[in-house]
């Protein structure tokens, strides 16, 4: 095809010489063509919703939930029931007085243990060696000091966490979400208990405890701080320790128990790492701190020392992985008081993996050393080393005590399953019988060392029960979440792939059928809570028959209106994309396909590539076969030259090598990527504005909008990630503070985003079509010698008219996601766009455009895929710690509501967004133009936006079952669950990108094309 | 691309040149396979020797693959060339496409096999003999009579440009697919696995097809038809398998043998001996090409797909039926 047809017209342009008819028929024209965007939107958003509502059925029942039980723990009750004869306590003759708890957020254990002793070679690490005191102290005077691994149980959310530190109970997956807005506990925990004992308790730091203990702090003491400031390391701390120091200088103590929660090494880790000066220094503060409280303490006051969770190499927690969940604990007495069980044991453990203690016995050790009772619904046992006597062994006391917390985990775990049928079978409990019966019998003969090892194994025989308990999936829902997604999935497949039908045409008695499917099926849905009450109740009978209703009458429709296709096989695009989709939905069941994700996504994009390649060099047109074989080549090399920009999840380890951060323990750029937003801002406008050339179209808004604004922009962000550089490295600590140089970058930032959005949706929604039109000076006509010369026009661009208007959407996307990103990201988000175009070019060169006379679905697919690749590019994983929350703060300076999650979201899927935006491309990409005006554009730009959304509806159905399938397996929560969360996610923002962006960016295009050439 | 379109008056909407004449027309025709009962026979034993031969060495290739897959790459040519010159006919002995317009008339069946000898070395272009399609079946004859010193020479030469040109581009195909770039040790094994691809695969066209560029055009667009002799089946079943071949490397079952590139060498050869078996023994799809145009939609019945990529039926019948009489 031409590259870059121009039209000329003697004289006149058809539209000007339209007489009153033709006037009208455009203005009915441009009414239908309004409407039928409406029509597509509700379709759009009705497909949105369905899939909304498969999900969350699926995530109802998938979902763990865990009953939580009202019952409390009281002081003079014993467990077993007995009156407590016990006067100095509750249950058990108490140790101290008071406590102060002192949470160091994320410490974990490896940054607490010299280096020469938990590694095989010493290394020079910032988060090494740094906190020295807890282990020479644990070393040189085991009586007043232990130190231990202190494993957390995932999630390893701070929430989450301070849950189970509290109540001594298992955490269940539904409860994460709530991180961002903790909500109160309402089952028997420490605090509650220390309150109901009349104990003042005193809070400082992290504000997440006011959200779960409202009123329970003494408020002329406590100072909470806002937790969720991740760039600022130093306010908590400093408050903490501010506050904390006059309180134990108190001659009278005026406070029985202080919790102490500082974050700063938390937040250090997430804004640069675990390995950076940062870290290092913070890790020396709390040192020195702790070498002053422990100073302090008077001889009756206990100081534990803990943290809540550990960090993984890059610094976040949220998995489940090792480094995420070794904490350290450390408890210190100015008496003696700590015993070893073993005289092995004599030295704190060199490995996280050497006698590590859950999270959850914390509670049961503090209640019984402050003299509480112990938390109705706890499952922990208390730790053997505060119970043993600093000189001679004393398991007597030990037994004893245990005895208690064995007796309140019997309690419980009668109270709960008379709550709620286990449905467990007496096996279940039989080897617990067993060590409960051994203890029982040791503890009378007096053998107290081996009815404190029988106890051991009772307990853990209890927790693995627990554990499996609460992995119990409501089958129900998620078969139902499961059967809407499938019936979602095939009226999409349906509707996009095989419906010969004009889809915009057939919007409106589509729609009318989904609707009055969707009402029968809420008239017949509470009928479902009748005959199946388990199952349904009226309100979700109602939801589910409604939305199953929809779709079948929307299927109905289609099936029957569709005008019989002689084929159903597809051409071999067609059965790439199949394949790319299916293999792809088959390899979510293996955990390998799942976490090498990326590299298969590189394989199928560059076979793609070869593909295409083999297929320009048919071309008949000497342009076509040059271009089209350059573009391949170009996509192929592009694709692998991304694949360097890498961050590694731990289940890739060894063989793969981070490339996203400085190094693998780091998340701060390293100083060189700092040339990479420059390079972008210097070429990518360039190699924009070189396909605009390529058809003559960068004219009227183009040159101001991506010459100018585009490049203006970023450079903006170049500069936000030089100066965010400079405030990470300390290069300019000497000379200009700190505060400043945040204040400086949040008006770079916002001015970036001032140029993204403002000015890019206006440039966008208003601007002319990229077209110049020239006019020459009249000729004499050739080949009619008598007619009078015309004047001639010229249009240049017009070979490109739709595609060159729309993708004016891109650079304002790339430019916020750019924004978003630390500089490889945004290495990787130029390739991005610039493998958008080469596929437009591609396709087009190809014949494989959507069309009236093509349907590929190759383009929309092999788009989806950019997207989904770009996303591990831009340093994502499917995990939970990959989430990139620094992102929030880049224009803010605090957590502001939507703004925050949103600027993630589009930081984390900012490749799907863009691709998702560009699917409408495929069909606008040198479309012709001509006296059809918009006739067909619907259709084909629904039929994509369809196909499109299709990849994403597999992937999510199947990572969905293959979740659902897999709850027992070993790697759920590590790569399953993660995956399926993030799939999803995925369909969703693609869903609202494709409604918000796509069809809304084609209607500004349409009409402004329009206006020009005709509707 | 100059900025300057005056196209004048054109059409409102231009009109799209339908899918056929989008593309150029492949020249290439089906290999035949020599017609003496030896060749056929021989072309079956062939594709069994070289699995079972692969098969022998699995456990050495796991065990080190670089001096493996050096030793093998001898037996495998060895074996190869034996395969062309026993079932193929050489390139210029046989009518191998229809070059537009540069149809040169026969000078004859010795005259043109000893031109045919030199054409596979110094390229078949123009200096290549090339008959009119109705003179094939004599061609044909010559070759798979002629004396074995006719057949040496282009095996030979063949030999030299399948170790020489095709590597490179294959073993840059494997490292874009994401072949390991680190630690660049692996670099030699990518290299000798393109090697191996190469002998499988572009031997016997180097033999047949010579270096004439329009033949080379049709390979570099996948565009050979398939042929009964197994050949470009062979190639694109090599190519198909080696990819196929990489999905078991990414399994967490920490064997041995899926270290690199053993499961990619397999898939080619299971690959290449799937191909063969299924135009080779059992003639299915033979004269068929790949097509690569996307489907049209029916409403427009005028221009139904006319199938540029579907056999020429006229081609295939001849190579079909040329073999025939003997």
Same mark, same amino acid.
């Given at each position: 095809?031409?590259?870059?047809?121009?039209?000329?017209?003697?004289?006149?342009?058809?539209?000007?010489?339209?007489?009153?008819?033709?006037?009208?028929?455009?203005?009915?024209?441009?009414?239908?063509?309004?409407?039928?965007?409406?029509?597509?939107?509700?379709?759009?958003?009705?497909?949105?919703?369905?899939?909304?509502?498969?999900?969350?059925?699926?995530?109802?029942?998938?979902?763990?939930?865990?009953?939580?039980?009202?019952?409390?723990?009281?002081?003079?009750?014993?467990?077993?029931?007995?009156?407590?004869?016990?006067?100095?306590?509750?249950?058990?003759?108490?140790?101290?007085?008071?406590?102060?708890?002192?949470?160091?957020?994320?410490?974990?254990?490896?940054?607490?243990?010299?280096?020469?002793?938990?590694?095989?070679?010493?290394?020079?690490?910032?988060?090494?060696?740094?906190?020295?005191?807890?282990?020479?102290?644990?070393?040189?005077?085991?009586?007043?000091?232990?130190?231990?691994?202190?494993?957390?149980?995932?999630?390893?959310?701070?929430?989450?966490?301070?849950?189970?530190?509290?109540?001594?109970?298992?955490?269940?997956?539904?409860?994460?979400?709530? &991180?961002?807005?903790?909500?109160?506990?309402?089952?028997?925990?420490?605090?509650?208990?220390?309150?109901?004992?009349?104990?003042?308790?005193?809070?400082?730091?992290?504000?997440?405890?006011?959200?779960?203990?409202?009123?329970?702090?003494?408020?002329?003491?406590?100072?909470?701080?806002?937790?969720? &400031?991740?760039?600022?390391?130093?306010?908590?701390?400093?408050?903490?320790?501010?506050?904390?120091?006059?309180?134990?200088?108190?001659?009278?103590?005026?406070?029985?128990?202080?919790?102490?929660?500082?974050?700063?090494?938390?937040?250090?880790?997430?804004?640069?790492?675990?390995?950076?000066?940062?870290?290092?220094?913070?890790?020396?503060?709390?040192?020195?701190?702790?070498?002053?409280?422990?100073?302090?303490?008077?001889?009756?006051?206990?100081?534990?020392?803990?943290?809540?969770?550990?960090?993984?190499?890059?610094?976040?927690?949220?998995?489940?992985?090792?480094?995420?969940?070794?904490?350290?604990?450390?408890?210190?007495?100015?008496?003696?008081?700590?015993?070893?069980?073993?005289?092995?044991?004599?030295?704190?453990?060199?490995?996280?993996?050497?006698?590590?203690?859950?999270?959850?016995?914390?509670?049961?050790?503090?209640?019984?050393?402050?003299?509480?009772?112990?938390?109705?619904?706890?499952?922990?046992?208390?730790?053997?080393?505060?119970?043993?006597?600093?000189?001679?062994?004393?398991?007597? &006391?030990?037994?004893?005590?245990?005895?208690?917390?064995?007796?309140?985990?019997?309690?419980?775990?009668?109270?709960?399953?008379?709550?709620?049928?286990?449905?467990?079978?007496?096996?279940?409990?039989?080897?617990?019988?067993?060590?409960?019966?051994?203890?029982?019998?040791?503890?009378?003969?007096?053998?107290?060392?081996?009815?404190?090892?029988?106890?051991?194994?009772?307990?853990?025989?209890?927790?693995?029960?627990?554990?499996?308990?609460?992995?119990?999936?409501?089958?129900?829902?998620?078969?139902?979440?499961?059967?809407?997604?499938?019936?979602?999935?095939?009226?999409?497949?349906?509707?996009?792939?095989?419906?010969?039908?004009?889809?915009?045409?057939?919007?409106?008695?589509?729609?009318?059928?989904?609707?009055?499917?969707?009402?029968?099926?809420?008239?017949?849905?509470?009928?479902?809570?009748?005959?199946?009450?388990?199952?349904?109740?009226?309100?979700?009978?109602?939801?589910?028959?409604?939305?199953?209703?929809?779709?079948?009458?929307?299927?109905?429709?289609?099936?029957?209106?569709?005008?019989?296709?002689?084929?159903?096989?597809?051409?071999?695009?067609?059965?790439?994309?199949?394949?790319?989709?299916? @293999?792809?939905?088959?390899?979510?069941?293996?955990?390998?396909? @799942?976490?090498?994700?990326?590299?298969?996504?590189?394989?199928?994009?560059?076979?793609?590539?070869?593909?295409?390649?083999?297929?320009?060099?048919?071309?008949?047109?000497?342009?076509?076969?040059?271009?089209?074989?350059?573009?391949?080549?170009?996509?192929?090399?592009?694709?692998?030259?991304?694949?360097?920009?890498?961050?590694?999840?731990?289940?890739?380890?060894?063989?793969?090598?981070?490339?996203?951060?400085?190094?693998?323990?780091?998340?701060?750029?390293?100083?060189?990527?700092?040339?990479?937003?420059?390079?972008?801002?210097?070429?990518?406008?360039?190699?924009?504005?070189?396909?605009?050339?390529?058809?003559?179209?960068?004219?009227?808004?183009?040159?101001?909008?991506?010459?100018?604004?585009?490049?203006?922009?970023?450079?903006?962000?170049?500069?936000?990630?030089?100066?965010?550089?400079?405030?990470?490295?300390?290069?300019?600590?000497?000379?200009?503070?700190?505060?400043?140089?945040?204040?400086?970058?949040?008006?770079?930032?916002?001015?970036?985003?001032?140029?993204?959005?403002?000015?890019?949706?206006?440039?966008?929604?208003?601007?002319?079509?990229?077209?110049?039109?020239?006019?020459?000076?009249?000729?004499?006509?050739?080949?009619?010698?008598?007619?009078?010369?015309?004047?001639?026009?010229?249009?240049?661009?017009?070979?490109?008219?739709?595609?060159?208007?729309?993708?004016?959407?891109?650079?304002?996307?790339?430019?916020?996601?750019?924004?978003?990103?630390?500089?490889?990201?945004?290495?990787?988000?130029?390739?991005?766009?610039?493998?958008?175009?080469?596929?437009?070019?591609?396709?087009?060169?190809?014949?494989?455009?959507?069309?009236?006379?093509?349907?590929?679905?190759?383009?929309?697919?092999?788009?989806?895929?950019?997207?989904?690749?770009?996303?591990?590019?831009?340093?994502?994983?499917?995990?939970?710690?990959?989430?990139?929350?620094?992102?929030?703060?880049?224009?803010?300076? @605090?957590?502001?509501?939507?703004?925050?999650?949103?600027?993630?979201?589009?930081?984390?899927?900012?490749?799907?967004?863009?691709?998702?935006?560009?699917?409408?491309?495929?069909?606008?990409?040198?479309?012709?133009?001509?006296?059809?005006?918009?006739?067909?554009?619907?259709?084909?730009?629904?039929?994509?936006?369809?196909?499109?959304?299709?990849?994403?509806? @597999?992937?999510?159905?199947?990572?969905?079952?293959?979740?659902?399938?897999?709850?027992?397996?070993?790697?759920?929560?590590?790569?399953?669950?993660?995956?399926?969360?993030?799939?999803?996610?995925?369909?969703?923002?693609?869903?609202l990108v494709l409604v918000v962006a796509s069809l809304a960016g084609v209607r500004a295009v349409g009409l402004s094309v329009g206006e020009v050439f005709g509707y | 691309m100059s900025s300057s379109a005056l196209t004048h008056l054109l059409p409102a909407t231009p009109a799209q040149p339908i899918a056929s004449a989008r593309l150029l027309t492949p020249t290439t025709h089906p290999i035949p396979l020599l017609s003496s009962p030896s060749a056929k026979k021989y072309s079956y034993i062939h594709t069994l020797v070289v699995v079972i031969y692969y098969y022998i060495r699995a456990s050495a290739l796991v065990a080190d693959p670089f001096p493996m897959m050096l030793t093998d790459l001898v037996v495998v040519g060895l074996a190869q060339a034996v395969f062309c010159a026993v079932c193929l006919p050489s390139a210029?002995?046989?009518?191998?496409?229809?070059?537009?317009?540069?149809?040169?008339?026969?000078?004859?069946?010795?005259?043109?096999?000893?031109?045919?000898?030199?054409?596979?070395?110094?390229?078949?272009?123009?200096?290549?003999?090339?008959?009119?399609?109705?003179?094939?079946?004599?061609?044909?004859?010559?070759?798979?009579?002629?004396?074995?010193?006719?057949?040496?020479?282009?095996?030979?030469?063949?030999?030299?440009?399948?170790?020489?040109?095709?590597?490179?581009?294959?073993?840059?195909?494997?490292?874009?697919?994401?072949?390991?770039?680190?630690?660049?040790?692996?670099?030699?094994?990518?290299?000798?696995?393109?090697?191996?691809?190469?002998?499988?695969?572009?031997?016997?066209?180097?033999?047949?097809?010579?270096?004439?560029?329009?033949?080379?055009?049709?390979?570099?667009?996948?565009?050979?038809?398939?042929?009964?002799?197994?050949?470009?089946?062979?190639?694109?079943?090599?190519?198909?398998?080696?990819?196929?071949?990489?999905?078991?490397?990414?399994?967490?079952?920490?064997?041995?043998?899926?270290?690199?590139?053993?499961?990619?060498?397999?898939?080619?050869?299971?690959?290449?001996?799937?191909?063969?078996?299924?135009?080779?023994?059992?003639?299915?799809?033979?004269?068929?090409?790949?097509?690569?145009?996307?489907?049209?939609?029916?409403?427009?019945p005028d221009l139904l797909p006319t199938g540029p990529m579907k056999t020429l039926p006229g081609t295939t019948k001849k190579s079909d039926g040329s073999h025939e009489p003997r």
């Amino acid at each position: 095809m031409n590259p870059q047809a121009g039209i000329a017209e003697d004289g006149q342009r058809p539209v000007v010489k339209s007489t009153a008819i033709t006037e009208e028929r455009n203005h009915r024209n441009l009414i239908s063509f309004k409407v039928t965007h409406i029509l597509l939107t509700a379709l759009f958003l009705w497909l949105t919703t369905v899939h909304v509502i498969g999900i969350l059925f699926f995530a109802k029942g998938f979902l763990l939930t865990r009953l939580v039980l009202d019952n409390r723990s009281e002081c003079g009750v014993l467990p077993d029931g007995e009156l407590s004869q016990v006067s100095d306590g509750c249950w058990h003759p108490k140790t101290f007085d008071r406590a102060v708890v002192l949470i160091i957020d994320a410490l974990r254990y490896d940054f607490t243990i010299p280096s020469h002793r938990g590694l095989k070679e010493p290394q020079q690490k910032y988060y090494l060696d740094n906190l020295p005191l807890l282990h020479e102290l644990a070393v040189s005077r085991p009586a007043h000091a232990v130190l231990l691994p202190f494993i957390a149980d995932p999630p390893t959310s701070t929430l989450q966490r301070l849950k189970g530190l509290t109540t001594g109970t298992l955490p269940t997956f539904i409860d994460i979400g709530s &991180n961002f807005a903790g909500t109160a506990i309402e089952e028997d925990n420490i605090v509650s208990q220390l309150k109901d004992a009349g104990k003042t308790i005193v809070h400082l730091g992290d504000d997440t405890w006011h959200s779960l203990f409202p009123g329970y702090f003494d408020p002329n003491m406590t100072r909470p701080y806002d937790s969720f &400031n991740v760039w600022d390391l130093h306010t908590v701390d400093n408050g903490v320790i501010e506050h904390i120091m006059p309180l134990l200088d108190q001659s009278a103590a005026q406070w029985d128990v202080i919790f102490g929660h500082f974050l700063g090494v938390d937040h250090a880790g997430h804004r640069y790492g675990p390995d950076h000066p940062a870290m290092a220094e913070k890790l020396r503060q709390i040192n020195d701190v702790l070498q002053q409280i422990i100073e302090k303490i008077d001889d009756d006051t206990l100081l534990v020392v803990m943290g809540d969770h550990g960090m993984d190499t890059k610094g976040d927690h949220g998995g489940e992985s090792d480094e995420e969940v070794e904490a350290a604990l450390w408890m210190y007495s100015k008496k003696p008081t700590f015993g070893r069980t073993e005289t092995s044991a004599l030295m704190p453990p060199a490995t996280a993996k050497e006698r590590p203690v859950g999270q959850i016995d914390l509670v049961s050790t503090l209640s019984i050393l402050l003299g509480l009772p112990i938390p109705f619904n706890n499952l922990g046992k208390p730790i053997a080393e505060a119970f043993t006597g600093p000189k001679n062994t004393d398991w007597k &006391n030990l037994v004893k005590v245990e005895h208690l917390a064995q007796s309140q985990i019997a309690r419980y775990q009668k109270q709960y399953s008379r709550s709620r049928d286990l449905g467990l079978d007496d096996d279940a409990y039989s080897g617990q019988r067993i060590y409960l019966a051994r203890s029982a019998e040791f503890a009378a003969e007096g053998r107290w060392k081996d009815a404190h090892y029988a106890y051991v194994e009772w307990h853990k025989e209890v927790i693995s029960m627990y554990r499996r308990l609460w992995a119990n999936f409501n089958m129900g829902d998620m078969l139902v979440g499961i059967t809407i997604s499938a019936l979602a999935l095939g009226l999409l497949l349906v509707f996009s792939r095989f419906s010969t039908a004009d889809k915009a045409s057939s919007a409106p008695s589509l729609l009318r059928s989904a609707v009055i499917g969707t009402a029968v099926g809420a008239a017949i849905g509470p009928g479902l809570g009748l005959v199946a009450p388990s199952l349904f109740s009226v309100m979700t009978g109602c939801i589910v028959s409604s939305s199953i209703c929809g779709i079948m009458a929307a299927m109905y429709w289609t099936i029957r209106n569709r005008t019989g296709a002689r084929s159903y096989l597809p051409s071999f695009w067609g059965w790439m994309a199949l394949s790319f989709c299916l @293999t792809q939905s088959a390899g979510f069941a293996s955990n390998s396909y @799942t976490i090498h994700e990326d590299t298969i996504l590189l394989f199928f994009l560059v076979t793609f590539g070869i593909i295409s390649l083999i297929s320009s060099l048919r071309q008949a047109t000497t342009t076509d076969r040059v271009l089209g074989t350059y573009q391949s080549i170009l996509f192929i090399l592009l694709t692998r030259l991304s694949s360097f920009s890498r961050l590694c999840r731990e289940e890739q380890m060894p063989g793969c090598r981070s490339t996203f951060y400085a190094s693998s323990n780091s998340s701060t750029s390293a100083p060189w990527q700092l040339l990479i937003p420059y390079a972008v801002a210097l070429f990518l406008p360039e190699i924009v504005k070189a396909f605009y050339r390529g058809t003559a179209s960068y004219a009227a808004s183009a040159g101001f909008w991506i010459g100018f604004s585009f490049r203006i922009g970023l450079l903006l962000v170049a500069a936000y990630w030089t100066i965010d550089a400079a405030d990470n490295g300390g290069w300019l600590a000497d000379r200009i503070s700190a505060t400043a140089l945040k204040t400086t970058n949040l008006t770079v930032a916002r001015c970036a985003l001032a140029i993204a959005l403002p000015v890019g949706i206006g440039t966008f929604v208003w601007a002319k079509p990229c077209i110049n039109i020239s006019v020459s000076e009249p000729r004499p006509v050739l080949d009619n010698p008598g007619a009078p010369p015309r004047p001639q026009l010229t249009i240049f661009g017009y070979a490109n008219v739709y595609g060159s208007r729309y993708l004016l959407m891109i650079p304002l996307l790339v430019l916020t996601v750019a924004l978003l990103l630390p500089p490889m990201g945004q290495f990787s988000i130029a390739i991005c766009t610039w493998q958008i175009m080469c596929l437009l070019e591609i396709l087009d060169t190809n014949a494989l455009t959507v069309s009236s006379r093509y349907k590929s679905s190759i383009g929309p697919i092999v788009l989806a895929l950019l997207g989904s690749y770009h996303f591990f590019k831009t340093g994502h994983q499917a995990t939970l710690a990959s989430i990139q929350w620094n992102s929030a703060f880049v224009p803010l300076r @605090t957590i502001q509501y939507p703004w925050s999650p949103l600027l993630v979201v589009f930081n984390t899927f900012g490749a799907q967004i863009i691709c998702a935006a560009a699917v409408p491309l495929t069909v606008l990409w040198k479309r012709p133009t001509g006296k059809a005006g918009l006739r067909g554009l619907w259709n084909d730009v629904s039929g994509a936006c369809l196909t499109h959304m299709l990849y994403y509806a @597999t992937i999510q159905l199947a990572t969905t079952m293959w979740a659902g399938h897999l709850r027992r397996h070993l790697m759920l929560y590590r790569v399953f669950m993660p995956r399926y969360l993030m799939a999803c996610a995925v369909l969703l923002i693609v869903d609202l990108v494709l409604v918000v962006a796509s069809l809304a960016g084609v209607r500004a295009v349409g009409l402004s094309v329009g206006e020009v050439f005709g509707y | 691309m100059s900025s300057s379109a005056l196209t004048h008056l054109l059409p409102a909407t231009p009109a799209q040149p339908i899918a056929s004449a989008r593309l150029l027309t492949p020249t290439t025709h089906p290999i035949p396979l020599l017609s003496s009962p030896s060749a056929k026979k021989y072309s079956y034993i062939h594709t069994l020797v070289v699995v079972i031969y692969y098969y022998i060495r699995a456990s050495a290739l796991v065990a080190d693959p670089f001096p493996m897959m050096l030793t093998d790459l001898v037996v495998v040519g060895l074996a190869q060339a034996v395969f062309c010159a026993v079932c193929l006919p050489s390139a210029g002995s046989w009518v191998n496409g229809t070059a537009a317009g540069k149809i040169i008339d026969g000078t004859g069946a010795k005259g043109s096999r000893n031109t045919a000898t030199k054409g596979a070395a110094s390229g078949s272009g123009s200096g290549n003999v090339r008959k009119k399609l109705g003179n094939s079946g004599a061609g044909k004859g010559d070759g798979a009579g002629g004396s074995w010193r006719g057949r040496v020479m282009p095996t030979f030469f063949s030999l030299i440009l399948t170790l020489i040109l095709p590597p490179l581009p294959l073993t840059i195909i494997a490292l874009v697919l994401g072949a390991p770039l680190y630690p660049t040790s692996l670099l030699p094994h990518t290299l000798l696995l393109a090697a191996h691809v190469s002998l499988l695969g572009f031997l016997p066209i180097f033999y047949t097809h010579g270096v004439s560029s329009s033949a080379w055009r049709d390979v570099a667009a996948a565009w050979l038809p398939f042929d009964e002799a197994g050949v470009w089946a062979g190639t694109v079943g090599a190519m198909v398998g080696g990819w196929v071949g990489a999905v078991p490397m990414a399994l967490d079952w920490d064997r041995e043998w899926q270290k690199w590139p053993c499961t990619v060498l397999w898939g080619v050869v299971l690959g290449w001996a799937i191909g063969r078996v299924v135009t080779n023994v059992a003639r299915l799809g033979v004269g068929v090409r790949i097509n690569l145009s996307e489907k049209e939609v029916e409403t427009e019945p005028d221009l139904l797909p006319t199938g540029p990529m579907k056999t020429l039926p006229g081609t295939t019948k001849k190579s079909d039926g040329s073999h025939e009489p003997r």
